[in-house]
T-cell receptor, first 114, second 109 residues
Framework: SQTIHQWPATLVQPVGSPLSLECTVE??????LYWYRQAAGRGLQLLFY??????ISSEVPQNLSASRPQDRQFILSSKKLLLSDSGFYLC?????????????FGPGTRLLVL | GQSLEQPSEVTAVEGAIVQINCTYQ??????LSWYQQHDGGAPTFLSY????GLEETGRFSSFLSRSDSYGYLLLQELQMKDSASYFC??????????FGSGTQLTVLP
């Protein structure tokens, strides 16, 4: 069966500090991978998605970046965090190909920027 | 672009039936999905409709009318554990999901 891991679970960072959140998927090959951000009480905003190693599409201009160094690894980074970067960051995967409607989410990382 | 509208809150009692509506506007449309998210947890997939009609999965059903750009999630025999946020999401021309703002369902004893 497939599993998706995210770490850390929670993170408190000062403004201006760097960020690295990691997501890994097990039990599947060549998944589509996604990073979302969810503000408190709000819906999910798609930040990045990837259909393969090194292939990243950005949906929202911001100070965040994403990388996919391995098939089942997706990393979200920032060089300098802003207060507005606080939120719940969710990684998700879907089966390879065009079937992106069914997505499976990791447990998420709660980020608080102070 | 895409936009979705769903009620922000719904309250019902245990054992009742509740319907959560979702209307959407999208430049391209492949289907409508529903996700459940408990407080502090991650969203979990519930259902997906690509064609008009009703899809049933146990106590949950989802309906789609492509001509009306409308769908709903129907929850029957409500249980306390159904208290959660429910999100509709459209799969548009880019084959990505755009999520609604969510409906907070509260089930009362």
């Amino acid at each position: 069966s497939q599993t998706i891991h995210q770490w850390p679970a929670t993170l408190v960072q000062p403004v201006g500090s760097p960020l690295s959140l990691e997501c890994t998927v097990e039990g599947t090959s060549n998944p589509n991978l996604y990073w979302y951000r969810q503000a408190a009480g709000r819906g999910l905003q798609l930040l990045f998605y990837s259909i393969g190693i090194g292939q990243i599409s950005s949906e929202v201009p911001q100070n965040l970046s994403a990388s996919r160094p391995q098939d089942r690894q997706f990393i979200l980074s920032s060089k300098k965090l802003l207060l507005s970067d606080s939120g719940f960051y969710l990684c998700a995967w879907s089966a390879p190909g065009l079937s992106q409607e069914t997505q499976y989410f990791g447990p998420g990382t709660r980020l608080l920027v102070l | 672009g895409q936009s979705l509208e769903q009620p922000s809150e719904v309250t019902a009692v245990e054992g009742a039936i509740v319907q959560i509506n979702c209307t959407y506007q999208t430049s391209g449309f492949y289907g409508l999905s529903w996700y459940q998210q408990h407080d502090g947890g991650a969203p979990t997939f519930l259902s997906y409709n690509a064609l008009d009609g009703l899809e049933e999965t146990g106590r949950f059903s989802s309906f789609l009318s492509r001509s009306d750009s409308y769908g709903y999630l129907l929850l029957q025999e409500l249980q306390m554990k159904d208290s959660a946020s429910y999100f509709c999401a459209v799969s548009g021309s880019a084959r990505q999901l755009t999520f609604g703002s969510g409906t907070q369902l509260t089930v009362l004893p």
